[in-house]
Structures are given as structure tokens and as C-alpha cells.
Antibody, heavy 128, light 110 residues
Framework: QVQLVESGGGVVQPGRSLRLSCAAS????????MHWVRQAPGKGLEWVAV????????YYADSVKGRFTISRDNSKSTLYLQMNILRAEDTAVFYC?????????????????????WGQGTLVTVSS | QSALTQPPSASGSPGQSVTIPCTGT?????????VSWYQQHPGKAPKLMIF???KRPSGVPDRFSGSKSGNTASLTVSGLQAEDEADYYC??????????FGGGTKLTVL
């Protein structure tokens, strides 16, 4: 069955770095754009970043641009999020998600089409 | 990258129908047919319920339907059941290959 397993979360001081990983299995990883979505405690979902199926294109929310870097290793079916210069407001559960790269009409979508697969999330707490 | 607008809460009795609106702009909801809806139960990961405005993934009951008019998309849940009580989020493609979510709506089954 489909599994996305995030890891790497924890408590980190403001200004420091953290790297999240998301191991995928049970689906053809190379046909999915992959996203990171976060959810601050008691708050709604916030899209963070996406990487195209082949890793050639990355897009970021304004709130993380220049601080976070999304990447993937298709040989390992693994997604990453390198988070630098962390702030208290980055405290959240981070979910990875997979989005098929074609729409129902067969059109290619760089950022995919609806996030079909979700991990269970990993908590990142930024605190001194 | 402004969030889409959803009402914070909605409610209905078992068996009734409830509609949750999601308002954006011509740069996101109104300009694209890539609106999705997600259901999230407390402590759980979101689940895709609707994609491309009105399409249901395999396994999602046909009690869930989506539509769009202008800059507003809507999720309708018909024949409300207790297990439908959850938070619901809309999302849309936006701008230059960005994704934007709504603030979420807490659906209560009375």
C-alpha cells in the first residue's frame, strides 16, 4: 500500500537548521510532483513548497523562499526539505504529499493535480 | 499568495446537506479548474475528497460533490453522517505554479 513516512522533526533553536525527509513506497514516485505542507498548532494548512516529478523545477511559498530548499532523490524515492534560519513561526507539523503529474485530460502539470497521498506528519518546534 | 476564504464553521443535522464555499480571485479559483478539497479529522493527515473542481478520487462517497461559479468554489456534503464531522480545506493552483489553501471550515454534525 501507499506509504509516505516523514522523519527529521524535533526541537531546534531559532536561527538553526533542520532537514526533513519523506520516504515513499507503494506508488510510482517518479510520476508524482511532491509537496511539503505545514500546519501550525491549532491552525490551518499552509502550502510550503513543491518539486516537479523529475526534480527540475521547485516552487516556494513567499514565507519560506530563500530559507527552505526542497529536493528529491528518485533513486531512493525520497523527498527532502532543508530548512535554514528557522523562526518561531515555522513551528508546525510538516506533511509531505504526492500529486500526480497529469490532469484527467492528460495535460502535464508541474505541480501536480490534487495531493492524493499524504504522510502522517513530523512536528518541528522552533524554540529557545 | 493570499489564502482562500472559507467560513470558519458550518453545521447540519444527519441526513441534511451542507455547502461550504471557498472564495478566491481570478488568479486562482476563478482562473483555473484545479480546485481541490481535503477532509481532516483531528490528529490525522488530510484526505483528498475532490480534485479538478468536481472529480472524486476512487473511494470517496458520492455524497461529496464540488462545483465552481466565478471566483467561488463549493463543496457540498449530502446525506450528512456523523463521520463527516471534520475540518475541510479547499485549495487551488495559483500564480506561478503555487498552491494556496483556504483557512479551513469546521463541519459539525448536530
Amino acid at each position: 500500500q501507499v506509504q509516505l513516512v516523514e522523519s527529521g522533526g524535533g526541537v531546534v533553536q531559532p536561527g538553526r537548521s533542520l532537514r526533513l525527509s519523506c520516504a515513499a513506497s507503494g506508488f510510482t514516485f517518479t510520476t508524482y510532483a511532491m509537496h511539503w505542507v505545514r500546519q501550525a498548532p491549532g491552525k490551518g494548512l499552509e502550502w510550503v513548497a513543491v518539486i516537479s516529478y523529475d526534480g527540475t523545477n521547485e516552487y516556494y511559498a513567499d514565507s519560506v523562499k530563500g530559507r527552505f530548499t526542497i529536493s528529491r532523490d528518485n533513486s531512493k524515492s525520497t523527498l527532502y526539505l532543508q530548512m535554514n534560519i528557522l523562526r518561531a513561526e515555522d513551528t508546525a507539523v510538516f506533511y509531505c504529499g504526492g500529486s500526480y503529474y497529469y490532469d484527467s485530460g492528460g495535460h502535464y502539470l508541474q505541480i501536480g493535480n490534487g495531493i492524493q497521498y499524504w504522510g502522517q506528519g513530523t512536528l518541528v518546534t522552533v524554540s529557545s | 499568495q493570499s489564502a482562500l476564504t472559507q467560513p470558519p464553521s458550518a453545521s447540519g443535522s444527519p441526513g441534511q446537506s451542507v455547502t461550504i464555499p471557498c472564495t478566491g480571485t481570478s488568479s486562482d479559483v476563478g482562473g483555473r479548474n484545479y480546485v481541490s478539497w481535503y477532509q481532516q479529522h483531528p490528529g490525522k493527515a488530510p484526505k483528498l475528497m475532490i480534485f479538478e473542481v468536481s472529480k472524486r478520487p476512487s473511494g470517496v462517497p458520492d455524497r461529496f460533490s464540488g462545483s465552481k461559479s466565478g471566483n467561488t468554489a463549493s463543496l457540498t456534503v449530502s446525506g450528512l453522517q456523523a463521520e463527516d464531522e471534520a475540518d475541510y480545506y479547499c485549495s487551488s493552483h495559483a500564480g506561478s505554479n503555487n498552491l494556496v489553501f483556504g483557512g479551513g471550515t469546521k463541519l459539525t454534525v448536530l
